[in-house]
Structure formats: C-alpha cells, structure tokens
T-cell receptor, first 114, second 114 residues
Framework: AQSVAQPEDQVNVAEGNPLTVKCTYS??????LFWYVQYPNRGLQFLLK??????LVKGSYGFEAEFNKSQTSFHLKKPSALVSDSALYFC????????????FGTGTQLKVEL | KAGVTQTPRYLIKTRGQQVTLSCSPI?????VSWYQQTPGQGLQFLFE???????NKGNFPGRFSGRQFSNSRSEMNVSTLELGDSALYLC?????????????FGPGTRLTVT
C-alpha cells in the first residue's frame, strides 16, 4: 500500500524568503508524485507532477519540486514566497497500474507574512 | 474549456436520509474520481469510474455508491446518512492519457448532516 507523509502541519515564512514544504512517500513500484494547493472553500488546484526524467520539476506560479529517490522525498519549493501563496498544500502519490487513485498526505498549511 | 462542475455546492441533510451528488467532468475526460475531505481524516479516495465502469474503490462502507453515465457525468450516492458523513466531497476528472495525467478537481459539494 502507498502512503504519503507531510511532517509539518504548518510552515511560516516571510514574504520574499524561500519556502520549502516537505513530503515523503512510500510505494511499491514507481511513483507518480503530485502537488496540489487548496484555497479556502475551494477544490484542489494542480501545481506540478513528477513522472520520470529530471528530478527537478517546475510547475505553476513559480513552484518547483525535487524528487529524491534515495530519500523517497518530493519537497515543494519556491525561491521567493508571496503572501498570496498562503494556502493548504497537499502532496499525493499514484502508482502505475493503480488507475487514477491518489493517496494524499495530511496537508501543510503555508502562511506567508509581510 | 469549462472546468469540473459539481452540484449542488452546499447541502444540508438529516441523519438517515440519502443524498445524491453530481459531477460533470471536463469535456473529453472519461475518468472521474471521488474523494471525501474531512478535518479528521483528510482527503480519502472513494472510487473511480472510467467508461461507465468502476475501476477503483476505496475503503468506505457500501452506503457509498456511484455511477457514471455514457456522457462521463458521474453521481455518487450516500444512503442512510450519518453525522460522520459531513464532509467536502470532491470530484476530479482526468484526461484519457496512457501516462500519469494529473487530475482536475471541482469546487466540491459541502454536505452537512444534522
């Protein structure tokens, strides 16, 4: 069975500073990894995904994530945070042959302050 | 292209009643997945439908059921509602790609059971 861990319930960062939201995963087989963001009273918005290839994946709104197979991690990063980035971030994993079933982490609340 | 739409957006029901939620995927998408989001359990996979067939099922009781129509629209039904069924129900659709296409989420239906 696959699982995803987001060890931080909340991350606080000052606007303009770099941000990192952590994610580790556990799967049997090759993972497909995703990051989604959720704003209050909204559905989830896709940010980026790792399927294969380059370990550094670039996504929407200046976000990127680094896939590390040996550490089974897929941390979300942004060089310079904006107040508007404040939201709930979810890491998710899919496995090949598993259809479109996503297993999500518990979410990390990102708060960017002036 | 129009996004994933879900109706109704908000719903209040009484324990013991049943409810039907509707999801219209993005045009051309044939896979529809349903998720339940609660503060306690987070995001949990309910089931996935592809070409009118259930392809995946999560660990939910038989009170939760779904179906998909020939136009890819999907409905989920919850019978004999319990207080614990209060949640945000999210629908997601995926493009018909052989690889790991990302899922596109609707805004959700907020169900409150009293």
């Amino acid at each position: 069975a696959q699982s995803v861990a987001q060890p931080e319930d909340q991350v606080n960062v000052a606007e303009g500073n770099p941000l990192t939201v952590k994610c580790t995963y556990s799967v049997s087989g090759n993972p497909y990894l995703f990051w989604y963001v959720q704003y209050p009273n909204r559905g989830l918005q896709f940010l980026l995904k790792y399927i294969t290839g380059d370990n550094l994946v670039k996504g929407s709104y200046g976000f990127e994530a680094e896939f590390n197979k040996s550490q089974t991690s897929f941390h979300l990063k942004k060089p310079s945070a904006l107040v508007s980035d404040s939201a709930l971030y979810f890491c998710a994993v899919r496995v090949t042959g598993g259809g479109n079933k996503l297993t999500f982490g518990t979410g990390t609340q990102l708060k960017v302050e002036l | 292209k129009a996004g994933v739409t879900q109706t109704p957006r908000y719903l209040i029901k009484t324990r013991g009643q049943q409810v039907t939620l509707s999801c219209s995927p993005i045009s051309g998408h044939r896979s529809v997945s349903w998720y339940q989001q609660t503060p306690g359990q987070g995001l949990q996979f309910l089931f996935e439908y592809f070409s009118e067939t259930q392809r995946n099922k999560g660990n939910f009781p038989g009170r939760f059921s779904g179906r998909q129509f020939s136009n890819s629209r999907s409905e989920m039904n919850v019978s004999t509602l319990e207080l614990g069924d209060s949640a945000l129900y999210l629908c997601a659709s995926s493009p018909p790609l052989a690889g790991a296409g990302e899922q596109y989420f609707g805004p959700g239906t907020r169900l409150t059971v009293t």
